[in-house]
Every structure is written in structure tokens, then in C-alpha cells.
């Protein structure tokens, strides 16, 4: 497993920008894949983007041509850059790791940052 810890979220208004940042306490150069979701108040937690190790990156639709994961392997790093923020990405964001043993499969979680969006 890994640990993870987010950084970056805060209040915005509608329109503007915000990256978030993943620290991994090792190497991310092969963890299976990695990946940002997002909880708002009375919701189910929800992928918002993912990249495997391979780089292939998914999107959830709504965030789809306004935000982008990348990684940093050198700095053990996730980004997710938002932009064109609405109110409803409002949520508290986690970072999310898959990692393999074997066939045992691990789920890292980062303990979150919020994000704010409003005028």
C-alpha cells in the first residue's frame, strides 16, 4: 500500500481554476493506476479522473475538456488541474491509489481536500 496526501483544494468562484496535488509516500513509477474522486454532501463518491501506469487517463463526462490528471513520477506526484469551475464540483476530493501484490489488489486513500466553488 501507499500512503497519500492531498493538497491545493479552497474556495474559488465560478469560472476559475484550482490544481490539486497527490504526494505518495514511494515511487509511483508502477502503481497500477492512480486517480482522483469526489464527494459532495449527500452523495456517493465519485470517480472524477484516472491514469493507469501506462499514462491512459479516463474522465468522468462531467469534468470531461475542463480538468486534467497528470503525474510527476520524479516528485511522486498527482496533479489535477481544474478549470471553468461550477458549483456543483463543489466536494471534498480524494486521492486514490490501486496497487498490486500478487494477485491481491490494495485501495490507498488520501484523507481528502475540499473544494469550494462559489461567488
Known amino acids: 500500500q501507499v500512503q497519500l496526501v492531498e493538497s491545493g483544494g479552497g474556495l474559488v468562484q465560478p469560472g476559475g481554476s484550482l490544481r490539486l496535488s497527490c504526494v505518495a509516500s514511494r515511487s509511483i513509477f508502477s502503481i497500477y493506476a492512480m486517480g482522483w474522486y469526489r464527494q459532495a454532501p449527500g452523495k456517493e463518491r465519485e470517480l472524477v479522473a484516472a491514469?493507469?501506469?501506462?499514462?491512459?487517463?479516463n474522465y468522468a463526462d462531467s469534468v470531461k475538456g475542463r480538468f486534467t490528471i497528470s503525474r510527476d513520477n520524479a516528485k511522486n506526484t498527482v496533479y489535477l488541474q481544474m478549470s471553468s469551475l461550477k458549483p456543483e464540483d463543489t466536494a471534498v476530493y480524494y486521492c486514490?491509489?490501486?496497487?498490486?501484490?500478487?494477485?491481491?489488489?490494495?485501495?490507498?486513500w488520501g484523507q481528502g481536500t475540499q473544494v469550494t466553488v462559489s461567488s
Open positions: 491514469m493507469s501506469s501506462g499514462s491512459t487517463t
Open positions: 486514490n491509489a490501486v496497487t498490486t501484490a500478487g494477485s491481491i489488489t490494495y485501495d490507498s
